[in-house]
Structure formats: structure tokens, C-alpha cells
């Protein structure tokens, strides 16, 4: 079955610790995307990736960094300068040409620092 | 900076009822989709209105767009508990993808 997917599901992080979150997605899709959702709140754009070996930072980049070395993969790093990590993390794909193409999310990450 | 904002934040209704939640947005869009997403879960694509259009269904989802106004109507008819989730408004703008702040629908049995 085609789909994006993010692991772990749940992770805890220590003060200081930078942590991965996994996404991998199989539909062959060129975009990426990683979004944060604090409780109650709406998506806010972190980074996107367009195709491999570029990215640009969204609307809260700071304390955050990815990389896209291969098109299936696109792990992002929550590093010790992100002041407040602990959210719901949630990565996207889509077509990358036309602005016509939906989006397919996985089913998240819930970081917490513990 | 969001592009768009839903409104009612929250809504309640009972079951049979129909659920109408708004979204509204800052700059031109060539379309304007909606997302359902179940608590803790990703977000779910369920309807498109491209610019040119007024209005689509798709179910029991009726979607309307007004340009001149730049906002976006959701309508669910007869609700179902089932259909208890946030729903979101997204709007594509170049490479980037913004969403809304959402609408939390809980429909009681």
C-alpha cells in the first residue's frame, strides 16, 4: 500500500537532547512537508522539501533542521535550541507540480520533553 | 502566517443536525481544499474548489468559495457521530501549503 510514514509514534526527549523524527513516504512524490500542531491549535509550516538535496524553511524553522537526501525520506531534527519541542508533529507529501494535488499525511509523532 | 482562519473554533450538535464551519484567507488562491483530522491522528484530504468554482459536493460535504471575499464555506448535512473531528481549510500558495486554525466538530448521538 502506498503512504507516508512517520516513527515513532511517541517520543520522549530530555533537555538538551537533539532528537529524528522519521517520515518515509512510497508514492514517488516530489514535496515534502513538516508541520507542528500544538493542542487545540492549527499546522504551522516548520521546513519543505520540493525535490532531493533542497529544502527551505517555513514559518518556525528555528530550532529545527532536515535534510533530503533521497526523495523517499525526509527526517527532521528538533535540536536543543528549540526552546519548546513538545508538540505533535506531523509530515506531508504531495505532487509537487500544479498547486492542484492534495496532500497525504502520516499519523504523527507527539514529542514531549520530559 | 497562516493563510487561513476557520470559524466557529468549536462546534457541538446533535446527530441528524447539518454542520456548517467557515474558513476565511489572505491572498489569491488558485484553490482551496478541506481536511478532516481525527483527534491525535494526520490530517485526511476531502474536498477541492478550484478559484473558478462556487460551489461542489462530494456526499454529504457541500463546499462553497467566494473569492471577492476570500472565504470558504464546509457544510456537512446530517451529521453523524462519526463525523467528530477538526476540520481545516488549506490553501496551496506556490510551494508552500498553509492551513487553518480549524474547526473542532463533536456531534452527539
Known amino acids: 500500500d502506498g503512504g507516508i510514514t512517520q516513527s515513532p509514534k511517541y517520543l520522549f526527549r530530555k533537555e538538551g537532547q537533539n532528537v529524528t523524527l522519521s517520515c518515509e513516504q512510497n508514492?514517488?512524490?516530489?514535496?515534502m512537508y513538516w508541520y507542528r500542531q500544538d493542542p487545540g491549535q492549527g499546522l504551522r509550516l516548520i521546513y519543505y522539501?520540493?525535490?532531493?538535496?533542497?529544502?527551505q524553511k517555513g514559518d518556525i524553522a528555528e530550532g529545527y533542521s532536515v535534510s533530503r537526501e533521497k526523495k523517499e525520506s525526509f527526517p527532521l531534527t528538533v535540536t536543543s535550541a528549540q526552546k519548546n519541542p513538545t508538540a505533535f508533529y506531523l509530515c506531508?507529501?504531495?505532487?509537487?507540480?500544479?498547486?492542484?494535488?492534495?496532500?497525504?499525511f502520516g499519523q504523527g509523532t507527539r514529542l514531549t520533553v520530559v | 502566517s497562516q493563510q487561513g482562519e476557520e470559524d466557529p473554533q468549536a462546534l457541538s450538535i446533535q446527530e441528524g443536525e447539518n454542520a456548517t464551519m467557515n474558513c476565511s484567507y489572505k491572498?489569491?488562491?488558485?484553490?482551496l481544499q478541506w481536511y478532516r483530522q481525527n483527534s491525535g491522528r494526520g490530517l485526511v484530504h476531502l474536498i477541492l474548489?478550484?478559484?473558478?468554482?462556487r460551489e461542489k459536493h462530494s456526499g454529504r460535504l457541500r463546499v462553497t468559495l467566494d473569492t471577492s471575499k476570500k472565504s470558504s464555506s464546509l457544510l456537512i448535512t446530517a451529521s453523524r457521530a462519526a463525523d467528530t473531528a477538526s476540520y481545516f481549510c488549506?490553501?496551496?500558495?506556490?510551494?508552500?501549503?498553509?492551513f487553518g486554525s480549524g474547526t473542532k466538530l463533536n456531534v452527539k448521538p
Open positions: 506531508a507529501s504531495r505532487v509537487s507540480y500544479g498547486q492542484e494535488n492534495e496532500a497525504f
Open positions: 508514492l514517488n512524490h516530489d514535496a
Open positions: 522539501s520540493q525535490i532531493v538535496n533542497d529544502f
Open positions: 491572498t489569491s488562491i488558485n484553490n
Open positions: 474548489i478550484r478559484s473558478n468554482e
Open positions: 488549506a490553501t496551496p500558495n506556490f510551494n508552500k501549503f498553509y
